[in-house]
């Protein structure tokens, strides 16, 4: 998880749009005053009066009225304690959630008292939020066991600890870090004992396994269109394919774009893409950097095991480095998703919008279910693809570039904790005469916005 350090889970196709919610390595820093995904909390007021009249608030104004809860924050005191954990003297503790974007370094926590535990308060509106506590931004971060006491969601693939926040504040227990209990009476300091890896403590009596590694990342994108603002990024299962939470840099501006990460020992899938998902590698199954070779994904890889490793710059989606003088391969379709002016020869990666919509409003949801879309564009994965409720009578809805091609999908509830089922040979049901009941559609070359039924119905809610 915390893709945070994520679950090197499996690795599906890598069109993946990791959730929001993964734990992940998060370097791109948002400010922890993103009072992020307040989706799941009903305001039970009128919140089109501005100001916040709640006393309880942390953003209380006398001039609100009492029934103005609207634009309400309200502290939450984070704690946790390292005493058996094996620090650093220039450590910092962080705390990484939902309600941050998983940030990275945006909420840095303290021990003003030396005592071992750390805290950090913020106020953020009314709502459910999942988080766990790092190192150091994301080298290294807590590994919860999935379905423990502490993991809040234990029925998505995540173990992170995670709370409700209604209108007050809330002070949260200090548990041990890594664990869901308080910490053990004890003079032995866990922490990694490896002077290579990237996360040596000199503090540490025993060595606990949280040895990270750093891996250096290479790709030249010289003969690829960019446009101006465009970045690229590292996505796989080392992050859960999560979008956007590790972009590249190309700081000389010579066409490669570099990525540094500290990483724990395992077997790892990975691909460059651009702009979080808007455009990906294409590796072919088989190829020499296909490093699965007798799986359906074209995936590159590396292993870790206890010393750094370097992983050689080739050109995006190819194995071989790239040619001198060739032409810049983009996207030259103006309705495309990924277009790019800087193209000079199109190479089939246009990608084009496709907005999904489901009305959940005669479906019973619980405060922390999440809707997902599951097909073959992501690989049926489970939790990569998040909806987010619109807050308009039910209605869930998600848009996702995919390139053009005839796509089957179904809506599912907290991955595939449940899923919705079609009739045999109805309406909806895509490919007439298998045994699937999925939905689908053809993805011709231009955005597509698909039409709004019911959950498990092909007719709209209330037919």
Do not use: H
């Not at 173990?159 to 870090?177: H, I, Q």
């Not at 501006?253 to 990906?280: C, H, M, R």
């Not at 309406?427 to 039409?451: A, I, Q, V, W």
């Amino acid at each position: 998880d915390a893709s945070d350090a994520s679950d090197a889970s499996d690795a599906s196709d890598a069109s993946d749009a990791s959730d929001a919610s993964d734990a992940s390595d998060a370097s791109d820093a948002s400010d922890a005053s993103d009072a992020s995904d307040a989706s799941d909390a009903s305001d039970p007021t009128d919140t089109e009066e501005p100001g916040c009249g709640d006393t309880n608030a942390a953003n209380y104004d006398e001039a609100a009225s009492p029934t103005s809860l609207g634009d309400c924050l309200y502290d939450v005191t984070f704690s946790v304690n390292m005493n058996t954990t094996a620090l650093n003297p220039d450590d910092v503790v962080y705390v990484n959630g939902s309600f941050n974007d998983w940030c990275g370094e945006c909420a840095p926590m303290t021990d003003d008292d030396g005592d071992g535990v750390w805290t950090f308060t913020y106020a953020y509106a009314p709502g459910t939020y999942e988080f766990l506590y790092t190192i150091n931004g994301w080298n290294a971060s807590e590994e919860l066991e999935t379905g423990s006491a502490c993991d809040y969601l234990p029925n998505d693939t995540f173990a992170n600890r995670g709370f409700e926040l209604g209108y007050s504040p809330v002070t949260l227990d200090a548990p041990c870090y890594n664990s869901c209990d308080d910490c053990p009476e004890t003079s032995e300091v866990n922490g990694c004992m490896d002077l290579d890896a990237a996360n040596y403590s000199s503090a540490a009596t025993f060595d606990d396994g949280s040895c990270s590694y750093m891996v250096d990342f290479a790709v030249d994108l010289s003969t690829t269109a960019m446009n101006p603002g465009d970045v690229v990024y590292l996505n796989g299962t080392l992050n859960g394919w999560c979008g956007t939470c590790n972009p590249m840099t190309d700081e000389d501006g010579d066409g490669e774009w570099t990525l540094s990460l500290p990483i724990t020992a395992g077997v790892y899938e990975f691909k460059y893409t651009i702009n979080g998902w808007d455009a990906q590698e294409s590796i072919e199954v088989g190829d020499s950097c296909d490093y699965l070779s007798d799986d359906t994904f074209g995936n590159r890889g590396f292993e870790v095991s206890d010393a750094p490793v370097t992983i050689a710059s080739s050109c995006y989606s190819s194995c071989e480095s790239c040619p001198a003088g060739a032409d810049i391969a983009g996207c030259t379709d103006l309705d495309a998703t990924n277009y790019s002016s800087a193209a000079t020869v199109d190479n089939g990666s246009c990608t084009y919008l496709v907005t999904f919509t489901v009305d959940m409003s005669e479906t019973v949801l619980n405060p922390t279910d999440v809707v997902y879309v599951n097909g073959t564009f992501n690989g049926w994965c489970g939790t990569c693809n998040p909806l987010s409720n619109t807050g308009t009578s039910g209605v869930w809805e998600l848009s996702l570039p995919l390139e053009a091609n005839e796509y089957e999908y179904k809506f599912t509830i907290n991955g595939w904790t449940s899923a919705e089922e079609i009739p045999l040979g109805s309406s909806c049901d895509y490919l007439l005469g298998d045994e699937s009941d999925n939905r689908g559609f053809l993805l011709e070359t231009s955005p597509l916005e698909l039409s709004t039924p019911c959950y498990s119905s092909c007719e709209a809610c209330g037919n």
